[in-house]
Antibody, heavy 121, light 107 residues
Framework: EVQLVEFGGALVQPGGSQRLSCAAS????????MSWVRQAPGKGLEWMAN????????FYVDSVKGRFTVSRDNPYNRLYLQMNSLRAEDTAVYYC??????????????WGRGTLVTVSS | EIVLTQSPGTLSLSPGERATLSCRAS???????LAWYQQKPGQAPRLLIY???SRATGIPDRFSGSGSGTDFTLTISRLEPEDFAVYYC?????????FGPGTKVDI
């Protein structure tokens, strides 16, 4: 089955760190750009980061640059998000998403169910 | 940074009615870099439309996308009960790849 499953969400103290994982199955993981998208409680979607299939390129939203790092382990079909210096405003459900292309356009065609990170003391 | 605004914030309609959702970009989106997603409570988003007007696999033809430049529209021709949800537009022109704030379609 083609799917993405996130895990690693937790209650974290402000200033702390957490690593999220996303397990991919049912497709050739290394062929796809992947992404992290988050959603604060009751709010809209916020794109966080993209990473190329071979891990050679990454993009981040400014609010997490220098604090969050996206990485991947292709032999294990895993995507990661290392989150450091966490703030209350990072509290959200974090989704991993697969990126597909149509010509020069790309879009998120497969989503996981998300994992909740709560930053609070 | 490209900012997407969506209107209206909430659209109150009944099953069988037509829904027209708007997404406006702060600058022109080149090469059709716009997609639409549907999200129901407690669920992950689902891709509806990509490249402005291409329906994703399995999406019914009552969903259609149109537009160009800075103005884009998602139309649901006849609302079904399962269509009541929040709809987001998203651009893929350049980083940051932002989403619009969403339009809630409710009864």
């Amino acid at each position: 089955e083609v799917q993405l499953v996130e895990f690693g969400g937790a209650l974290v103290q402000p200033g702390g760190s957490q690593r999220l994982s996303c397990a991919a199955s049912g497709f050739t993981f290394s062929s796809y750009w992947m992404s992290w998208v988050r959603q604060a409680p009751g709010k809209g979607l916020e794109w966080m980061a993209n990473i190329k299939g071979d891990g050679s390129e990454e993009f981040y939203v400014d609010s997490v640059k220098g604090r969050f790092t996206v990485s991947r382990d292709n032999p294990y079909n895993r995507l990661y998000l290392q989150m450091n210096s966490l703030r209350a405003e990072d509290t959200a459900v974090y989704y991993c998403a697969r990126i597909s292309w149509s010509g020069a356009n790309w879009y998120f065609d497969l989503w996981g169910r998300g994992t909740l990170v709560t930053v609070s003391s | 940074e490209i900012v997407l605004t969506q209107s209206p914030g909430t659209l109150s309609l009944s099953p069988g009615e037509r829904a027209t959702l708007s997404c406006r970009a702060s600058q022109s989106l080149t090469r059709s870099h716009l997609a639409w997603y549907q999200q129901k409570p407690g669920q992950a988003p689902r891709l509806l439309i990509y490249g402005v007007s291409s329906r994703a696999t399995g999406i019914p033809d009552r969903f259609s996308g149109s537009g160009s430049g800075t103005d884009f529209t998602l139309t649901i021709s006849r609302l079904e009960p399962e269509d009541f949800a929040v709809y987001y537009c998203h651009h893929s022109v350049s980083s940051p790849f932002t989403f619009g704030p969403g339009t809630k379609v409710d009864i």
